[in-house]
């Protein structure tokens, strides 16, 4: 067996070594989009390991799947083209091959071992890269740090290797079964069949019947977490989706009939080589689609993380509650305000204790036909844990504490209530304030910023009420945030426990989202550049002709830059909506098995727009600046 292999395997090398632009540039694309992979798949494995004390999302196991599936379709689809032009090109020694009494299965094999030879060399590097940045990522986090284990990193690296380059096997072995079909005189005389993709009502209903039965599937899967139904529901809506995006591209090749000369070439070379610019189109257009849900998703998490966001105090505060040993805080006594009170004062030199007090009972606050119950305040109402309305007592060390304005301690000097906006209905005005001692008529006014609190009572009114007030816990000011983490653990020999308010969560996102979009031009950049390396590779005997006839270098730079601003411009108007629609879908669904408010989708409108120019004009622009400036030269063999 491995006589007969041998001959296939150097002829393999061979081949492989005289084209060092398209081994590399292959490589180094699979590389990519390994490490992207294997990155997913080592936050995963970190995360369900027990040790770490991270639990396993099962979203982040769901995007987990999407995320592995997506990009193993896109390494078919980059990789197909390279496949058949590869096999068009050696056609003739093929059938030299079959017709010296090779078998069927040594054409099999000269057709994929390059594939294999190539992806196992990505994958050898962009798996440990993806499992490394992994490690990394996990290092960089405070308390959800987790450390991947050496045997899961190799076991990890290994099964992603075998997965990515079984892939790349059966991508190629369908160029494989095309070409081993042919009849040995067609191999010989090396001239490959062309044609363009046609459509017809028929395909086009089959494409929309898959697209919304995979989508069908895929949410039903996300719906109950089911990682099988995701990825067989992500496999056959892309695959719907991506057939609709090649009878689109099919029917616009060759179409053209005015305009420059080199746009008409261009279309003319897309349709006689389909294969080479549907699936690059197809694949451009799922990075952008991933990318665009990258943005949208960030953003819309983030505004709705901070749209639901209540501080527990001011930013840089500590919340001091005194356990009570069963996981809940108990009201600390005088002895223990004191010696806590001692602690932070020792922990650093501004450092002071703010007790938060509030009224021992119930409080009723009416207008008319409206009613709110308060109720008093205690650690789990400060930590968002506890939806009914709390009532605090205006201390001046609270007061000074939040930092309020002087329209908010004219409200509590002038005897008045300040309430959150939206606590009653006709905002600001008289209404009425009941107790246990009776009633008391008082002066709403809705300014409180967004606070735990719903009620800031003088400290006069619910005495007045036949109210007692306590102390339930208190708050640490004056302290940085390394001061507060030392005060913390010596707080714990006491029973005390400490929350850290860190503000409000970081919107700003801009640069997050300019850098996907550095990402998705690039990425696309980089496959259309490898299309036109091999559409110059196929079209090298018109580009001789033409060179022959006075034709300049700048024309089939014109004609690359054609193709690819082109492709690039197809794939933009295609991914942006199909990113916007599956984030607006995720986010419906994460919704709903998460039991969230419902998330508004926030769609980042400059990145959007700036992403339908500069991806076409990098794409564009970029490779007509890579093509050589020479013409190339066409060794006839002799005849």
């Avoid at 694309?29 to 992207?36: M, N």
């Avoid at 400290?459 to 036949?466: H, I, K, M, Q, S």
């Avoid at 098995?593 to 622009?621: C, D, K, Q, R």
Wanted: hydrophobic share 55%.
């Amino acid at each position: 067996m491995w006589r007969r292999a041998r001959p296939v395997l150097l002829m393999t090398v061979r081949d492989l070594r005289r084209r060092p632009l398209r081994t590399v540039l292959v490589a180094v694309l699979i590389a990519l989009v390994t490490a992207v992979a294997s990155a997913t798949v080592g936050i995963a494995i970190a995360n369900r390991d027990e040790a770490s004390g991270v639990a396993m999302d099962p979203w982040a196991a769901a995007t987990t799947v999407l995320v592995c599936v997506l990009v193993l379709g896109m390494i078919c689809l980059v990789t197909a083209p390279v496949h058949l032009a590869a096999a068009h090109r050696n056609m003739r020694r093929f059938g030299l091959l079959e017709a010296a009494g090779g078998r069927a299965t040594d054409t099999t094999l000269a057709l994929t071992a390059p594939a294999g030879l190539t992806a196992a060399l990505g994958a050898g590097v962009g798996a440990p890269v993806g499992l490394v940045l992994a490690q990394l990522a996990g290092q960089v986090g405070d308390d959800t740090a987790w450390v991947l284990s050496t045997a899961a990193a190799v076991v990890g690296a290994v099964v992603i290797i075998v997965v990515v380059v079984a892939v790349n096997v059966a991508a190629s072995l369908l160029t494989a079964w095309r070409v081993r079909d042919a009849p040995v005189v067609e191999m010989l005389r090396a001239r490959p069949p062309q044609g363009a993709l046609t459509h017809g009502p028929r395909r086009v209903g089959l494409a929309v019947s898959g697209a919304a039965l995979g989508a069908t599937t895929a949410m039903l899967g996300l719906h109950r977490v089911d990682l099988l139904l995701v990825g067989i529901g992500a496999i056959v809506t892309w695959a719907g989706l991506g057939a609709l995006l090649a009878l689109g591209v099919g029917s616009i090749l060759g179409s053209a009939r005015r305009g420059p000369y080199s746009l008409r070439f261009a279309l003319r070379e897309g349709a006689r080589h389909p294969m080479r610019v549907v699936p690059t189109t197809i694949a451009s257009a799922t990075l952008v689609a991933l990318l665009v849900v990258a943005m949208a998703f960030l953003g819309s998490t983030r505004q709705a993380a901070l749209d639901r966001y209540i501080p527990t105090g001011p930013p840089g505060s500590g919340l001091l509650m005194l356990s009570g040993g069963d996981a809940t805080s108990v009201p600390p006594t005088a002895a223990d305000l004191e010696r806590i009170s001692s602690l932070i004062a020792a922990a650093g030199t501004d450092g002071r204790a703010v007790p938060l007090v509030t009224p021992d009972g119930p409080l009723q606050l009416s207008r008319e036909q409206q009613l709110v119950a308060l109720v008093p305040a205690d650690v789990d109402s400060l930590l968002g844990g506890s939806g009914a309305p709390t009532a605090l007592v205006a201390t001046d060390g609270l007061v000074d504490a939040w930092n309020y304005d002087t329209a908010i301690r004219d409200v509590i000097a002038a005897g008045n209530v300040a309430v959150a906006l939206g606590t009653l209905d006709d905002g600001d005005g008289p209404a009425v304030l009941a107790g246990p001692g009776g009633q008391h008529e008082v002066e709403v006014e809705e300014i409180l910023p967004r606070s735990p609190m719903a009620v800031l009572l003088p400290p006069t009114v619910a005495t007045e009420l036949g109210h007692d007030t306590h102390v339930f816990a208190a708050m640490a000011m004056g302290l940085d945030g390394g001061e507060l983490e030392e005060l913390g653990q010596r707080a714990l020999k006491d029973g005390w426990m400490l929350a850290i308010e860190q503000g409000p969560p970081e919107l700003e996102r801009a640069r997050t989202q300019y850098t996907l979009l550095a990402a998705a031009a690039v990425a696309v950049a980089l496959i259309l550049w490898i299309m036109g390396a091999l559409a110059r590779e196929e079209a090298r005997a018109d580009i001789v002709t033409l060179a022959a006839v006075g034709a300049r270098p700048r024309f089939m730079r014109s004609v690359a830059a054609w193709q690819a601003g082109g492709v690039a411009i197809i794939a933009v108007i295609g991914g942006v909506p199909v990113g916007l629609l599956a984030t607006r879908l995720l986010m419906t669904l994460r919704d709903a098995s998460l039991a969230h408010e419902h998330t508004p989708l926030v769609i980042p409108w400059l990145p959007v727009l700036a992403m339908l120019v500069v991806v076409p004009l990098v794409a564009g622009v970029g490779v007509a600046l890579l093509q050589p400036r020479r013409s190339p030269l066409v060794r006839r063999p002799a005849e």
